[in-house]
C-alpha cells in the first residue's frame, strides 16, 4: 500500500493537486482556529464568556456557523461600485495570504515549494494585499471606505519597509533566502537567531501587526470612525474573505517570524527521525504563541492614529532595523 | 492632499445629498455613526485627513420637552424630566423639583436631601463610568468597556432596588422623594422608607467601586498609546469655554476651579467634604482624568452621606393637589454633564406656565466648530468623545 | 450697604448688594425673587448691557438665552391667571466663575415685531440659543451670522412655543385631566391608588 502511495505521489501532478488540496484546506482551518481561539481569548481578557451554544459548551462550531451563515446571505454590491474591482478585491487578498504559505517549511523535508529566493518571494508575494485593500476602498464608491482605503495604503506602504529590513539581519546570519535553508542553518547553529537579532525579530512583528492592520495599527479600519473602512460595503462572502484572509495571514506572518527568527520546526535536544513528524507540531505551536501575543495586543491597545503611525515606521522602526543590518553585517565579517 | 476634480464629482455623484467643494470632501460623519453618542451629525469639509469647517447639525432627537411641559402637572413632567440626559437619570429630575419646591417655599426634610444626595452622586457615578467605557473604545481601545459596565451595573442595581427604575427613576416628589414602597391597598396606610440594607449594600459597592476605577486607571491611564492620543488634542482654553457656556468636567479640565455643588444650595453638599478636581490643559487626557477623579470624590460623599444620614419624614407635608403659586426662579444644578438649569414660570396653575430646561451638553457641544478647526479626523472623533454629551440632553 | 428699615418687615437679601451693583452699572432695574436676580433693561442697551456685564462685572460665564411668551390667551395649557403684558420677555442668563453668582437680564420685546440684536459678538455660545429662540418663538436677531433652524427641519412652519401655537396631540385627543393613576382592570376602586392623608402625593 505505502509503496503503491510514494509511486503515485512520485507523479508531479498528483503531487501538485496533492498539495493544493491541503493549502487550500489549510486556509479555511487556521482561519476557523485562530478566530474562535480570538473570540474565546477575547472573551476571557473582557469577563465574558466568548463563544458558547454552537457545538456545546465550548461554543467551538462557531465559526463554522459563521461561515455558513456568510455564504448564504445576498450578494449586496452597491450600485455605483466598480463591479470587476470590487469583486476581484478579496480575492487578491486572500490569494496573497495562500500563496505565503508554500515557501513555509512545516518540517526537516516538509515544504511545499522550496525556493531558493523563499524570503524575498514571502515578503514580495505578501505586499500583494495592499493593492487589494485598495481597490476595495476605491471601488466601494463610499466616501468611508476611500478614506480607509487610502489610509491603508499609506500604513502598508510605510510598513513595508521595516518588515523588509527586519529579515536582512537573519539572512546575512543564515547566509541563504532560502526559508529551509535558514532553518538549517539555525539548527547548525544551534540557537535561533531571535538570541542575536531580537530588534530585527521586534521590528518584525511590529511591522507584521502593522501589515495586517490589526489594533494597534487599524487606522483603515478604525470601526469608530470610519464604520468598518474599506471593508463598509463588503458583505456575506466576500466579506468572509477579507476576514479568513486577516486571520490566515496572521497565521503565516507568525510562521515566517518562527522560521526565520525562533528556530522554525526545530528544537534543541529532540532528536531527528521525531522531528519528521514532530516538526509540524512544534512549528505550529511556536505559530500559535506568536498569534496568542497578536490577539492579546488587539484587545488591549487603542488605535494609533494615522500621523503617529507613519511617524513610528519611518522615524524610529526603519532606523533601527537599517542599525541592526549594519551591525549584524560588521558582526558577520569580524566574526566570521 | 487634493482630490482630482474627476474623481470628486464621480463620488459627489455617488453620495447622497452633500454638495462637494471642488477642491475638498463633504464627509458626513452620522447621524448613524457608531461613535456619536446618539443621532448627531457632523458635516465637515477635509482636505484629506485634515478637517475644516465642521458644523454640527442637531434635533434629530428634539421631542419638544418645554412645549410639553406647558400642559402637564408637576408629578407628570418629573417623569419627561428625566429622560433627558438619561445616562444619569436621577440627576436630571432634582434641580426641576427644587425649583417647584422653591416656588411653594416648602422645606424638604433632612431625610429625603440626604436620600437626594446620594442618588445624584451614584447617577454621577454611572454617568462617569459610561464614560469610561466608551472612550476608549472610540479610541480603539475595546477592553475598558466591559470593566467599566460591569461596575456600572452594581450602581444601577441599587438605584434600581431604591427606586423601581435603573435609568429613570421618577424618584422624586415634590417635598421630598417617594415613599419607597408607595402605597398598595393593604399599605396604605403605612409610609414605607428605604429598602432595608440598602445603606449597606451601597457602602459596599461603593468599595467595589473604587476598585474598579483604580483597575480602569491603570488599564488606560499607563497606556502610551492613549496618551499619544489624548494629550494636547482639543486644547479648551477657559476664557473661551466660559463664553460658550461649557460647563462641568470640561470647564474644571480646562483649569476653572468652578463646581455649581459649592456655590449653589439645592442639596446640601456644604455638610459634606469633597474636593474638586481640576485639570491643567483642557486637552483630552485632563477631560478623562478630572472625571475619573470626580468618580473617586463622589464615593467620598457617598460614604459621608450613608454615615451621616438622619431619620425623619421622607417627604414634606403638602396638599393633595399641587398648585405652585406665582413666581419665577432659575434653579440650576451640577450634573454630571455639566450645568443644568429650570427656568420655572408659575402662574398659580397645576403645570408651569414656562420652564425652560438649561441643558449642559447644549452648550458643550456648541463649542464644535470652534475646537474642531483644523483637526485630524481621528481626533474629531477623540474631541467629541471627550466631552461626554448624550443626545437626549442636547436635543431635549 | 443698605440696613432694612425695620427688622419685623422686610430683611435685606443677601443678594440685594450685588443686584444693585448690577442695576447700577447697566442701568436697568433689579428684582430678587426666589434666590434668583433678574435685571430689566430696555432694548436699546441689550448689547451694551450684556458687555457691561462680562468685563467689568465678571459675570463671563453664559448660562442661556432664551423667551417667555406672555399672552392673555393660550392655546395649550393654562392661560395666565391675572392680567399681563402681551410681549416676549427675552432672558439671558450669565454669571461669575468664583462665586456663582448668577443673574438673568431680561427685556421686553414687543408681540409684533421682535427685534433685537445679535449678541453673539459678546458671547459666542449665544449662537445656537439665539437660533432655538428664533424658531421657536420667532424672535430676529439682527446680526447672527446663521439665523437658520437649529432643532426643526427647515421646512417648519411656524413657531412652536408661542403660546398660540397649538400642541398636535391635545387637538387629536383631548386633555385627560389630572390623572396619575388608571384603575387596574377588574379591581375594585378601593385598591386604586389615590392621595390618602398621610400619603398626599401618592
Keep these: 500500500m505505502t509503496s503503491f502511495l510514494t509511486d503515485l505521489f512520485s507523479n508531479f501532478w498528483v503531487s501538485l493537486a496533492g498539495k493544493l488540496l491541503i493549502v487550500a484546506l489549510m486556509i479555511p482551518l487556521v482561519g476557523m482556529v485562530i478566530g474562535f481561539a480570538e473570540m474565546k481569548l477575547s472573551a476571557k481578557m473582557q469577563a465574558r464568556v466568548g463563544p458558547y451554544f454552537a457545538g456545546g459548551r465550548w461554543g467551538w462550531a462557531q465559526l463554522i456557523a459563521d461561515g455558513v451563515k456568510f455564504f448564504q446571505k445576498e450578494d449586496l454590491i452597491p450600485a455605483e461600485a466598480d463591479r470587476p474591482v470590487f469583486k476581484l478585491a478579496p480575492v487578491l487578498v486572500l490569494v496573497s495570504t495562500v500563496a505565503l504559505l508554500v515557501v513555509i517549511p512545516f518540517g526537516p523535508d516538509l515544504i511545499f515549494?522550496?525556493?531558493?529566493?523563499?524570503?524575498?518571494?514571502?515578503?514580495?508575494?505578501?505586499?500583494?494585499?495592499?493593492?487589494?485593500?485598495?481597490?476595495?476602498?476605491?471601488?466601494?464608491?463610499?466616501?468611508?471606505?476611500?478614506?480607509?482605503?487610502?489610509?491603508?495604503?499609506?500604513?502598508?506602504?510605510?510598513?513595508?519597509?521595516?518588515?523588509?529590513?527586519?529579515?536582512?539581519?537573519?539572512?546575512?546570519?543564515?547566509?541563504?533566502?532560502?526559508?529551509?535553508?535558514?532553518?538549517?542553518?539555525?539548527?547548525?547553529?544551534?540557537?535561533?537567531?531571535?538570541?542575536?537579532q531580537f530588534v530585527g525579530f521586534a521590528v518584525f512583528m511590529i511591522a507584521a501587526l502593522a501589515e495586517l492592520t490589526r489594533i494597534p495599527f487599524d487606522m483603515p479600519i478604525a470601526e469608530s470612525e470610519l464604520v468598518m473602512g474599506y471593508l463598509t460595503e463588503y458583505s456575506g462572502f466576500r466579506f468572509l474573505f477579507f476576514f479568513l484572509a486577516e486571520f490566515a495571514n496572521m497565521f503565516t506572518l507568525s510562521a515566517i517570524a518562527v522560521t526565520l527568527f525562533l528556530g522554525?520546526?526545530?528544537?534543541?535536544?529532540?532528536?531527528?527521525?521525531?522531528?519528521?513528524?514532530?516538526?509540524?507540531?512544534?512549528l505550529v505551536a511556536k505559530t500559535f504563541l506568536l498569534v496568542f501575543i497578536m490577539i492579546w495586543f488587539r484587545w488591549t491597545f487603542p488605535r494609533f492614529r494615522e500621523d503617529q503611525l507613519q511617524s513610528l515606521a519611518w522615524k524610529v522602526l526603519v532606523p533601527l532595523a537599517l542599525a541592526n543590518i549594519a551591525i549584524t553585517a560588521v558582526f558577520k565579517v569580524v566574526l566570521g | 492632499?487634493?482630490?482630482?476634480?474627476?474623481?470628486?464629482?464621480?463620488?459627489?455623484?455617488?453620495?447622497?445629498?452633500?454638495?462637494?467643494?471642488?477642491?475638498?470632501?463633504?464627509?458626513?460623519?452620522?447621524?448613524?455613526?457608531?461613535?456619536?453618542?446618539?443621532?448627531?451629525?457632523?458635516?465637515?469639509?477635509?482636505?484629506?485627513?485634515?478637517?475644516?469647517?465642521?458644523?454640527?447639525?442637531?434635533?434629530?432627537?428634539?421631542?419638544?420637552?418645554?412645549?410639553?411641559?406647558?400642559?402637564?402637572?408637576?408629578?407628570?413632567?418629573?417623569?419627561?424630566?428625566?429622560?433627558?440626559?438619561?445616562?444619569?437619570?436621577?440627576?436630571?429630575?432634582?434641580?426641576?423639583?427644587?425649583?417647584?419646591?422653591?416656588?411653594?417655599?416648602?422645606?424638604?426634610?433632612?431625610?429625603?436631601?440626604?436620600?437626594?444626595?446620594?442618588?445624584?452622586e451614584m447617577?454621577?457615578?454611572?454617568?462617569?463610568?459610561?464614560?469610561?467605557?466608551?472612550?476608549?473604545?472610540?479610541?480603539?481601545?475595546?477592553?475598558?468597556?466591559?470593566?467599566?459596565?460591569?461596575?456600572?451595573?452594581?450602581?444601577?442595581?441599587?438605584?434600581?432596588?431604591?427606586?423601581?427604575?435603573?435609568?429613570?427613576?421618577?424618584?422624586?416628589?415634590?417635598?421630598?422623594?417617594?415613599?419607597?414602597?408607595?402605597?398598595?391597598?393593604?399599605?396604605?396606610?403605612?409610609?414605607?422608607?428605604?429598602?432595608?440594607?440598602?445603606?449597606?449594600?451601597?457602602?459596599?459597592?461603593?468599595?467595589?467601586?473604587?476598585?474598579?476605577?483604580?483597575?480602569?486607571?491603570?488599564?488606560?491611564?499607563?497606556?502610551?498609546?492613549?496618551?499619544?492620543?489624548?494629550?494636547?488634542?482639543?486644547?479648551?482654553?477657559?476664557?473661551?469655554?466660559?463664553?460658550?457656556?461649557?460647563?462641568?468636567?470640561?470647564?474644571?479640565?480646562?483649569?476653572?476651579?468652578?463646581?455649581?455643588?459649592?456655590?449653589?444650595?439645592?442639596?446640601?453638599?456644604?455638610?459634606?467634604?469633597?474636593?474638586?478636581?481640576?485639570?491643567?490643559?483642557?486637552?483630552?487626557?485632563?477631560?478623562?482624568?478630572?472625571?475619573?477623579?470626580?468618580?473617586?470624590?463622589?464615593?467620598?460623599?457617598?460614604q459621608q452621606a450613608i454615615d451621616g444620614i438622619p431619620s425623619g419624614p421622607?417627604?414634606?407635608?403638602?396638599?393633595?393637589?399641587?398648585?405652585?403659586?406665582?413666581?419665577?426662579?432659575?434653579?440650576?444644578?451640577?450634573n454630571p454633564k455639566g450645568e443644568m438649569g429650570y427656568y420655572l414660570v408659575s402662574n398659580g396653575a397645576q403645570g408651569p406656565y414656562r420652564l425652560k430646561i438649561r441643558s449642559a451638553s447644549f452648550s458643550n457641544i456648541s463649542i464644535l466648530p470652534w475646537i474642531l478647526e483644523g483637526v485630524l479626523i481621528p481626533d474629531i472623533i477623540a474631541i467629541m468623545g471627550s466631552l461626554d454629551f448624550v443626545l437626549g440632553d442636547v436635543d431635549r | 450697604m443698605t440696613s432694612s428699615p425695620s427688622e419685623t418687615e422686610t430683611t435685606v437679601h443677601p443678594l440685594q448688594e450685588f443686584a444693585d451693583a448690577v442695576a447700577g452699572a447697566v442701568g436697568g432695574e433689579a428684582k430678587i425673587a426666589f434666590d434668583t436676580v433678574k435685571v430689566r433693561v430696555a432694548p436699546e442697551q441689550w448689547v451694551s448691557t450684556l458687555t457691561t456685564a462680562r468685563d467689568e462685572l465678571g459675570l463671563v460665564f453664559f448660562s442661556f438665552l432664551s423667551a417667555v411668551d406672555w399672552s392673555a390667551e393660550v392655546e395649550v395649557g393654562d392661560p395666565p391667571g391675572d392680567e399681563v403684558e402681551e410681549r416676549f420677555e427675552l432672558l439671558a442668563a450669565v454669571g461669575d466663575l468664583g462665586a456663582?453668582?448668577?443673574?438673568?437680564?431680561?427685556?421686553?420685546?414687543?408681540?409684533?415685531?421682535?427685534?433685537?440684536?445679535?449678541?453673539?459678538?459678546?458671547?459666542?455660545?449665544?449662537?445656537?440659543?439665539?437660533?432655538?429662540?428664533?424658531?421657536?418663538?420667532?424672535?430676529?436677531?439682527?446680526?447672527?451670522?446663521?439665523?437658520?433652524?437649529?432643532?426643526?427641519?427647515?421646512?417648519?412652519?411656524?413657531?412652536?412655543?408661542?403660546?398660540?401655537?397649538?400642541?398636535?396631540?391635545?387637538?387629536?385627543?383631548?386633555?385627560?385631566?389630572?390623572?396619575?393613576?388608571?384603575?387596574?382592570?377588574?379591581?375594585?376602586?378601593?385598591?386604586?391608588?389615590?392621595?390618602s392623608e398621610e400619603n398626599p402625593e401618592a
Excluded at chain 1, 522554525?264 to 512544534?282: E, K, M, N, R, S
Design chain 1, 113 to 196: 515549494r522550496d525556493l531558493s529566493v523563499g524570503v524575498f518571494f514571502a515578503l514580495a508575494i505578501s505586499s500583494l494585499s495592499t493593492i487589494g485593500i485598495l481597490m476595495a476602498g476605491w471601488s466601494s464608491a463610499n466616501k468611508y471606505s476611500l478614506m480607509g482605503g487610502l489610509r491603508a495604503a499609506g500604513q502598508l506602504i510605510a510598513y513595508e519597509l521595516p518588515l523588509v529590513l527586519a529579515v536582512v539581519g537573519a539572512v546575512i546570519l543564515a547566509e541563504t533566502m532560502s526559508m529551509a535553508g535558514i532553518v538549517e542553518a539555525q539548527v547548525s547553529a544551534g540557537y535561533p537567531f531571535v538570541i542575536f
Design chain 1, 264 to 282: 522554525g520546526w526545530w528544537l534543541p535536544g529532540i532528536p531527528d527521525d521525531v522531528l519528521a513528524y514532530a516538526g509540524p507540531l512544534i
Design chain 2, 1 to 120: 492632499m487634493v482630490l482630482d476634480q474627476d474623481l470628486v464629482r464621480h463620488l459627489s455623484e455617488s453620495s447622497v445629498s452633500v454638495e462637494l467643494e471642488t477642491e475638498d470632501m463633504t464627509l458626513n460623519i452620522g447621524p448613524q455613526h457608531p461613535s456619536t453618542h446618539g443621532v448627531l451629525r457632523l458635516v465637515a469639509r477635509v482636505d484629506g485627513e485634515r478637517a475644516f469647517d465642521v458644523q454640527p447639525v442637531i434635533g434629530y432627537m428634539h421631542r419638544g420637552y418645554e412645549k410639553l411641559a406647558e400642559v402637564r402637572s408637576y408629578p407628570q413632567i418629573t417623569t419627561l424630566v428625566n429622560r433627558i440626559d438619561w445616562v444619569s437619570g436621577y440627576a436630571n429630575e432634582v434641580p426641576f423639583i427644587v425649583a417647584a419646591e422653591k416656588l411653594l417655599e416648602i422645606e424638604v426634610p433632612e431625610r429625603a436631601q440626604y436620600i437626594r444626595l446620594i442618588l445624584t
Design chain 2, 123 to 302: 447617577a454621577r457615578i454611572s454617568s462617569h463610568l459610561v464614560f469610561m467605557a466608551s472612550y476608549p473604545l472610540e479610541l480603539g481601545a475595546p477592553t475598558p468597556l466591559f470593566f467599566a459596565l460591569r461596575e456600572r451595573e452594581r450602581v444601577l442595581d441599587l438605584l434600581e432596588g431604591v427606586t423601581g427604575g435603573r435609568f429613570h427613576p421618577n424618584f422624586n416628589r415634590i417635598g421630598g422623594v417617594k415613599p419607597a414602597y408607595g402605597s398598595g391597598s393593604s399599605t396604605r396606610k403605612v409610609i414605607q422608607d428605604l429598602p432595608a440594607g440598602f445603606l449597606a449594600e451601597t457602602r459596599d459597592a461603593m468599595d467595589k467601586v473604587t476598585v474598579a476605577v483604580d483597575e480602569i486607571n491603570s488599564l488606560v491611564a499607563g497606556n502610551e498609546i492613549i496618551l499619544a492620543r489624548t494629550k494636547g488634542v482639543g486644547v479648551l482654553p477657559p476664557e473661551v469655554a466660559a463664553s460658550y457656556g461649557v460647563s462641568g468636567p470640561n470647564l474644571r479640565a480646562s483649569g476653572v476651579g468652578f463646581d455649581l455643588r459649592k456655590v449653589e444650595d439645592y442639596l446640601p453638599y456644604h455638610l459634606f467634604d469633597f474636593e474638586v478636581p481640576v485639570g491643567e490643559n483642557g486637552d483630552c487626557w485632563d477631560r478623562w482624568h478630572v472625571r475619573l477623579l470626580e468618580i473617586r470624590q463622589s464615593v467620598r460623599i457617598i
Design chain 2, 314 to 334: 421622607l417627604q414634606a407635608k403638602v396638599p393633595k393637589v399641587i398648585k405652585v403659586p406665582k413666581g419665577e426662579t432659575y434653579v440650576r444644578a451640577e
Design chain 3, 100 to 195: 456663582g453668582r448668577r443673574v438673568i437680564f431680561t427685556t421686553d420685546l414687543a408681540k409684533d415685531s421682535p427685534v433685537i440684536p445679535s449678541v453673539v459678538d459678546v458671547f459666542p455660545g449665544a449662537n445656537w440659543h439665539e437660533r432655538e429662540a428664533h424658531e421657536m418663538f420667532g424672535i430676529e436677531f439682527v446680526g447672527h451670522p446663521n439665523l437658520a433652524n437649529l432643532y426643526l427641519p427647515d421646512s417648519f412652519m411656524g413657531n412652536p412655543l408661542r403660546k398660540s401655537y397649538p400642541l398636535l396631540s391635545r387637538e387629536v385627543k383631548p386633555w385627560p385631566g389630572n390623572v396619575d393613576v388608571e384603575p387596574m382592570p377588574g379591581g375594585d376602586e378601593e385598591t386604586t391608588e389615590g392621595p
